[in-house]
């Protein structure tokens, strides 16, 4: 194993990006010098920048993440907030805390996510920084990508009477979550030596947690269909979440529908297992990156025929109602349980 400070900053940062090639247009200069050179000029063209911050103990834990996993998470969340904007990201800064516990080798992994996020997204590496740390690791990534002018897409852009849509199924990863922290505990109380964790059919909750993938072909296939949603958010701190954001930035009350919010099959049997309710997890899980947005009214038969979107309800013109209805009938108030990074 390396140790880090035989390498120093700037040898660990040629170390880590050497083999860096550049795939857009709009990137003109990107690692080896004070700062990247961007380009974009082109007519009708808007810069769309975020940024995501991850906490060791707060945002991931390491005792079930590896390493390459979490780098290509951070990357993706930061890829789902532009697609999030209906847009397309291109280039990615990338700073990091470093602790002494980590050597290079760990740092190679980390990278190895990133850089095949960055790979299958067609997004630039273009620049960071690095630092001690004395609190674990810290993961702080900037993502620059570009929007049309009249088709990026904000949050209090819904108008009354839209259709309320989703991305492909929610909960999974809350649940996956779950599986990992209950194996760890069983860690941590001392399980039999050599026991496994039990994670036997329970493949499609884990990558949820651990390697989700930002929605760019949902963007793609709206895209394709000539639809441009009223108001669009990513799903990252659960469904009621979102929408209560896009609600009360747009003005609008929301009624949904539980028979038609979608969830997967094994989510379901998860949460028997657990014995936790099912619609909690839809509702407030988060951290599944699926892509929540609104469309007017007369999008209706052109969104049914879209694979991977579901129509699970619509917005109103009272910003007070706030409604989840449930196949027996009742109604409740839609509530924001979601995470919150306080």
């Known amino acids: 194993m390396a140790d880090i400070s035989t390498l120093g900053e700037f040898g660990l940062i040629d170390h880590l990006t050497n083999d860096l090639k550049l795939e857009n247009?709009?990137?003109?200069?990107?690692v080896g010098d004070d700062a990247a050179i961007l380009d974009y000029?082109?007519?009708?063209?808007r810069v769309l920048v975020t940024t995501d911050l991850l906490l060791e103990g707060i945002h991931f834990d390491l005792t079930y993440t590896p390493l390459k996993h979490l780098g290509y998470k951070a990357a993706m969340v930061n890829f789902?907030?532009?697609?999030?904007?209906?847009?397309?990201?291109?280039?990615?800064?990338v700073s990091l805390g470093v602790s002494g516990k980590f050597q290079t080798e760990d740092l190679e992994e980390l990278y190895a996510g990133i850089k095949l996020a960055c790979e299958r997204h067609t997004v630039d590496l273009v620049g960071g920084d690095t630092s001690a740390s004395a609190t674990g690791l810290t993961i702080s990534?900037?993502?620059i990508g570009e929007g049309i002018e009249g088709k990026i897409v904000c949050r209090n852009t819904a108008q009354p009477n839209d259709l309320i849509c989703v991305s492909g199924n929610l909960g999974a990863a809350y649940m996956g979550l779950q599986l990992l922290e209950r194996e760890k505990r069983v860690f941590e109380k001392g399980g039999e030596?050599?026991?496994?964790?039990?994670?036997?059919?329970?493949e499609y909750l884990?990558?949820?947690?651990?390697?989700p993938e930002a929605r760019k072909d949902i963007i793609e296939t709206l895209d394709k269909a000539g639809i441009v949603p009223t108001a669009m958010m990513d799903i990252s701190d659960g469904l009621s979440s979102e929408l209560l954001h896009i609600c009360k930035q747009s003005g609008v009350g929301c009624r949904i529908y539980e028979e038609k919010i979608p969830v997967d099959y094994q989510t379901a049997i998860q949460a028997e297992e657990f014995n936790m309710n099912l619609m909690t997890v839809a509702l407030n899980g988060g951290e599944d990156y699926e892509l929540l947005f609104t469309?007017?009214?007369?999008?209706?038969?052109?969104?049914?025929?879209?694979?991977?979107?579901?129509?699970?309800?619509?917005?109103?013109?009272?910003?007070?109602?706030?409604?989840?209805v449930t196949p027996e009938g009742p109604e409740m108030t839609l509530k924001a349980q979601g995470w919150t990074g306080f």
Do not use: W
């Open 41 to 45: 000029t082109k007519k009708n063209t």
């Open 141 to 143: 990534i900037t993502c």
């Open 206 to 211: 884990l990558e949820r947690q651990l390697k």
């Open 295 to 324: 469309v007017p009214v007369s999008m209706h038969e052109k969104v049914n025929e879209l694979k991977g979107i579901k129509v699970i309800g619509y917005t109103t013109s009272d910003p007070n109602e706030r409604v989840l």
């Open 25 to 30: 247009d709009s990137t003109v200069k990107g």
């Open 80 to 93: 789902s907030d532009i697609y999030a904007m209906n847009g397309k990201p291109k280039q990615i800064t």
């Open 193 to 202: 030596e050599g026991m496994q964790p039990d994670f036997a059919g329970k």
